[in-house]
């Protein structure tokens, strides 16, 4: 005879105190052509991360792209494949990015190698060359990948959404097309070289087993012959979001909508920004919030719905989005302004604020857990004037957050009226039903 175990469901055990952020050992110092340099020790493993940031605002696209795709291709006395041989010696490597704000060169080695390092970073800075051979290859390697990237769901509403938000902003298009691509030359790469990537306005963080002040030191060093003023590089206020008739771009076939919608958001320093944090939490910013609940483990309309605030120079908004079947893409929309209007009328739970506040906490605690994460935080608060000494500040303002404070960060900003709202899919099939939530402009994907 077998027993039966009668089963019931197990309380969660509470959760434990948070732990008091502790912010590293530290140092700064502008050098004398503009660089600021920060120093952060953080001797976990015996390295060093790098992440040099350079305002690099409006250019030619295409040329902008071209140029964080080729900026390591050659010195005038080393080849890329010299350059990355030289890195490899001390452990280490570089790559280079462009977003619309700024030109990132990062990389990590062992700190023993960082002389070596900022070394080479200082040739590519002061002699690139971008021989002609290197800059065909990349250039049709660039070109390949916009055109996967053009095939995409996920990359069409995205493109769609900057276009509805920014209009004529320069955030409105953040990739180029590839008959631009196709055109640019060295030469243009040169001259762009030589009017944007400068020292002044530039910010160098270095995180790892390093001596802050040494760091500074060896810093000072290698880069102080990098010279120049460049162009300004500023960029407009972003506009304000203007609600008005949802976008629906035509994608004849699809077998999914891509729903995204867009909210005001307010910059970290922001007195509402620690709030709007936790409100976003609450909506659908981590997998235990209310839309997660609502669409994906209630109805299943969609498998990963998320949304989060993303803070660039000329302003932040928040963005939410979802991967959804066709036929539930009305449903899925009308659930989600449920959910936006739901969290300003009825104030969260002291359980429900808690669980969020610590999720927020505790991943502000994450990202300084490793040399790289602490370096990416350090950058990007240093790219807005923030050092790291704000995350304490910020910390303290989650931890005493009310729900009234959320409620009224939720209805100040997230309230469905102020939504701006693209969805991309089967117009045939889903433009009727949308058009019974709320006014519908179709245009071809």
């Known amino acids: 005879m077998t027993a039966t175990v009668e089963t019931g469901t197990r309380p969660l055990p509470p959760l434990g105190p948070t732990r008091k952020l502790k912010l590293p050992k530290q140092a700064e110092r502008t050098l004398a052509n503009g660089l600021t340099v920060i120093a952060v020790r953080r001797p976990a493993v015996p390295l060093v991360e790098l992440r040099l940031w350079?305002?690099?605002?409006?250019?030619?696209?295409?040329?902008?792209?071209?140029?964080?795709?080729?900026?390591?291709?050659?010195?005038?006395?080393?080849?890329?494949?010299?350059?990355?041989?030289?890195?490899?010696?001390?452990?280490?490597?570089?790559?280079a990015g462009l977003d619309p704000d700024r030109l990132m060169l990062s990389g990590a080695g062992l700190a023993t190698g960082l002389g070596r390092m900022l070394e080479i970073l200082t040739d590519v800075l002061t002699n690139a060359t971008y021989p002609a051979d290197w800059v065909g290859t990349e250039r049709d390697r660039l070109i390949d990948r916009i055109q996967v990237a053009q095939s995409q769901p996920a990359h069409l509403a995205r493109t769609a959404l900057l276009k509805r938000i920014y209009g004529k902003h320069p955030y409105a298009v953040q990739t180029p097309e590839p008959e631009h691509v196709r055109a640019v030359k060295p030469p243009a790469l040169r001259r762009l070289h030589a009017e944007r990537v400068h020292p002044a306005g530039a910010v160098l963080v270095l995180v790892g087993d390093v001596h802050p002040d040494r760091a500074l030191d060896a810093a000072e060093q290698a880069l102080s012959v990098w010279q120049g003023d460049g162009h300004p590089a500023e960029l407009p206020p972003a506009p304000p979001l203007e609600p008005g008739p949802l976008l629906l771009v035509d994608r004849p076939g699809s077998v999914q909508s891509s729903l995204r919608v867009a909210?005001?958001?307010?910059?970290?320093?922001?007195?509402?920004?620690a709030a709007l944090q936790l409100a976003n939490l609450l909506f659908g910013g981590y997998f235990s919030s209310r839309w997660v609940e609502n669409i994906r483990e209630d109805k299943g309309y969609t498998y990963g719905p998320h949304s989060l605030v993303e803070h660039s120079v000329a302003g932040s908004?928040?963005?939410?989005?979802?991967?959804?079947?066709t036929e539930v893409t009305a449903p899925a929309l009308l659930e989600t302004m449920y959910e936006l209007g739901r969290l300003a009328a009825l104030p969260p739970k002291p359980d429900e604020l808690e669980q969020a506040r610590q999720y927020a906490l505790g991943t502000l605690q994450l990202g300084m857990s490793t040399q790289a994460g602490l370096?990416?935080?350090?950058?990007?608060?240093?790219?807005?004037?923030?050092?790291?000494?704000?995350?304490?500040?910020?910390?303290?303002?989650?931890?005493?957050a009310t729900a009234d404070d959320v409620a009224e960060a939720a209805a100040r900003y997230l309230s469905p009226a102020k939504a701006v709202t693209v969805?991309?899919?089967?117009?045939?099939?889903?433009?009727?039903?949308?058009?019974?939530?709320?006014?519908?402009?179709?245009?071809?994907a």
């Open 317 to 325: 908004v928040l963005v939410a989005s979802a991967e959804v079947a």
């Open 375 to 400: 370096a990416s935080l350090t950058s990007a608060y240093a790219g807005n004037g923030l050092r790291l000494d704000f995350l304490a500040e910020h910390a303290a303002r989650l931890a005493r």
């Open 54 to 95: 350079m305002p690099f605002g409006r250019t030619h696209l295409a040329r902008g792209a071209m140029l964080a795709q080729t900026i390591l291709s050659g010195t005038e006395t080393k080849t890329a494949t010299q350059i990355a041989a030289e890195l490899q010696k001390v452990g280490g490597g570089l790559s």
């Open 423 to 444: 969805v991309l899919g089967d117009a045939e099939r889903v433009a009727g039903p949308l058009a019974a939530l709320t006014a519908v402009r179709t245009e071809p």
């Open 263 to 273: 909210l005001p958001a307010v910059p970290r320093t922001h007195p509402d920004h």
